[in-house]
Structure formats: C-alpha cells, structure tokens
C-alpha cells in the first residue's frame, strides 16, 4: 500500500510565506513525475508545479518566480516553496505522485490535500 501525505498548509497574511511537504511512503519502487495542484472554492483542480525525476521543472504562469518546487529523492518527498503568497493562492493545495511499486504496477496517488489561506 502506498501512502501520500501532504503537510504545512495554514493561515499566512499576503506576501507571506509557506512550506508545502509531500511525503511518499509504502511499496515504492521508484517515482516519476511528482506534483503539486490546487483547487480554489468554486473552481476546478489545477496544475501549481510539477517536478520529474530527473529534475525538470514546470510552473503555472500564476506562481512563476513565487513559488519553487523541489524533492528529495532518497526521502521519497517533495516541496512546495511558497512567497510572495496572494489571497487569490488560497486553495486546498494536493499532492500527486506517479508511483512504480515494488509489484511493479503503476500508481497515480493523490494526497489528502491541506488547505492554503492567505488573508489578513
């Protein structure tokens, strides 16, 4: 069984900042691309960042050059920088995980999500 768990999320005042943490754990094998999505009240689920597993980078235009992602791959986890934060960034912020089992079998992980506010 493979678990996704997302932490860090809270209350932060406009141009402040944030940590997102996203932790795989369980069978894995291997990861491949890993991202970060979010959905604001009323609105559909979209693309924040993503990070591949060689490396390679890509942002929304709405959070480029404020936010920045990364991983560490030993430690099967991925980051979420957030500056500069904006009211209109609150959102449920989820993780995703393409994961390879030890089984060998494919696994597209969702996180529980955590909740981004950013009000004064």
């Known amino acids: 069984q493979v678990q996704l768990v997302e932490s860090g999320g809270g209350l932060v005042q406009p141009g402040g900042s944030l940590r997102l943490s996203c932790a795989a754990s369980g069978s894995i094998r291997s990861i491949n691309t890993m991202g970060w999505y979010r959905q604001a009240l009323g609105k559909e689920r979209e693309l924040v960042a993503t990070i591949a597993s060689d490396g390679s980078l890509d942002y929304a235009d709405s959070v480029m050059g404020r936010f920045t992602v990364s991983r560490d791959n030993a430690r099967n986890t991925m980051y979420l920088q957030m500056n500069s934060l904006k009211p209109e960034d609150t959102a449920v912020y989820y993780c995703?995980?393409?994961?390879?089992?030890?089984?060998?079998?494919?696994?597209?992980?969702w996180g529980q999500g955590t909740q981004v506010t950013v009000s004064s």
């Open positions: 995703n995980a393409q994961i390879i089992t030890r089984a060998s079998a494919y696994i597209n992980k």
